[in-house]
């Protein structure tokens, strides 16, 4: 039974486009790539990057001058790069970040087959990308992840104490719980957020939409409830599971997120005393995490990291990649394969049908 269950979530929990919404293109001339839908932009580039399980992924960097941070940007299961294209654009410009967006395995026309442990390599191949190639300091990058995206973004900040911040956009508690209301964790399960996010010491931005027909809206707001630094969440009224993009509060309250953690851990006292009244009494999370350690010792936890950041941050660009392929390195020992998600996917297709146009962007930020 565990083994089937593992079979139809994985199925369920990858749609790439098929075919992809755009190729990679290189101009004979030049030399410069892009992507085959747009035209080459100067502060746009198009990157292959191989990654640690033997696959090729695609990624987009987009440069904002301005930038004081930039956002790493893991998108949703039934989209690709010529999709998020415009979107990335739009965030870079009106956010002022840097923004790096890339394709799973098997997405676009990044190689491989989706898999969850791919997708923990692929972020890990986006973040050194960031790191190695434009310089990027670990405690200047803010995590963003949407829907089966916020697995991967949260698995990383579990692992890396020191990100500016993560959004978590309509995200899952896990794999199995998107289908079936379980209350406990299986070992059989995908993208356990429920058991890694009071791993996370960053602040945490949750939005979802209260209408959200694929990842119902509970799944946000308990992972809102289960944070450590978390935020004023955003729940957007009547908003569905691939709109939220065009609700004016969506880019309004990111722009005051970012803002906010701007400031030292010290100034964000404020702001975490006025989320504490968007949290509805806690009633037992026993149902949920048996193993889970008391709110105490997270506190404890929490404060030595505070006191560690600072220090931290004097640490050069080489050690931080050292110790991030030590810790890459550990985790992917402990970790299982679940190399069966790329079998038949029947009965997909109601995952997509909240999946809207990404034409329709240019309404996002009209007047």
């Known amino acids: ?79 690709d790069l010529g999709q998020m294209y415009e979107l990335f654009l739009e965030l870079s410009i009106h956010l002022r970040v840097n923004l790096l967006g890339y394709d799973y395995s098997g997405y676009g026309q990044s190689s491989g087959k989706p898999t969850e442990q791919n997708t923990y390599a ?7 990308c960031l790191v190695e190639n434009y310089g990027a300091k670990e405690e200047e990058i803010i ?19 020191h990100f500016r911040a993560i959004m978590l956009h ?31 010491n960053c602040p945490v931005l949750v939005i979802h939409g209260t209408s959200d027909e694929v990842v119902d809206f509970s799944h ?55 989320a504490e009244q968007f949290e509805p009494p806690r009633k037992s999370t026993d149902c949920f995490e048996p193993s889970r350690k008391s709110i105490d010792r997270r506190e404890k936890s929490r404060q030595s990291t505070e006191k560690s950041r600072s220090k931290d941050q004097r640490t050069t660009n080489v ?9 890459f390195d550990q985790m992917e020992k402990s970790r299982r394969s679940l190399d069966c998600f790329d079998k038949s996917r029947k009965n997909i297709d109601q995952l997509d049908r909240g999946r809207k146009s990404v034409d329709r962007l240019d309404r996002i930020w009209a007047g």
């Not at 995590?143 to 900040?157: E, F, I, K, M, N």
């Not at 050690?319 to 810790?327: A, G, P, W, Y």
């Open 1 to 79: 039974m565990g083994g089937v269950t593992s079979s139809v979530a994985a199925k369920l929990a990858f749609f790439p486009p098929s075919p992809p919404s755009y190729e990679v293109v290189t101009e004979p001339e030049s030399g410069v790539v892009r992507l085959s839908r747009y035209p080459h932009r100067e502060n746009v580039e198009v990157l292959r990057l191989p990654t640690r399980r033997g696959t090729e992924i695609v990624a987009l960097y987009v440069r904002n001058p301005m930038a004081a941070f930039t956002v790493l940007y893991s998108h949703g299961n039934a989209a």
């Open 220 to 274: 946000g707001k308990k992972l809102w409830e289960l944070c450590n630094e978390k935020y004023e969440p955003l729940w957007l009224k009547g908003g569905k599971h691939c709109d939220l993009e065009l609700f004016p509060e969506y880019l309004k309250h990111i722009k005051k997120f970012i803002s906010t953690v701007e400031k030292s851990p010290s100034q964000r006292s404020t702001w975490r005393k006025s």
């Open 319 to 327: 050690e931080n990649l050292e110790k991030l392929k030590i810790s």
């Open 143 to 161: 995590l963003y992840g949407q829907s089966v995206g916020s697995g991967p973004t949260v698995d990383l900040a579990a692992r890396l104490p």
């Open 122 to 128: 692929d972020i890990e191949t986006a973040y050194k």
């Open 170 to 200: 309509s995200p899952i508690l896990s794999g199995l719980r998107v289908m079936y209301p379980v209350k406990r964790t299986y070992w059989f399960d995908i993208y356990k957020n429920i058991d890694k996010i009071s791993l996370v």
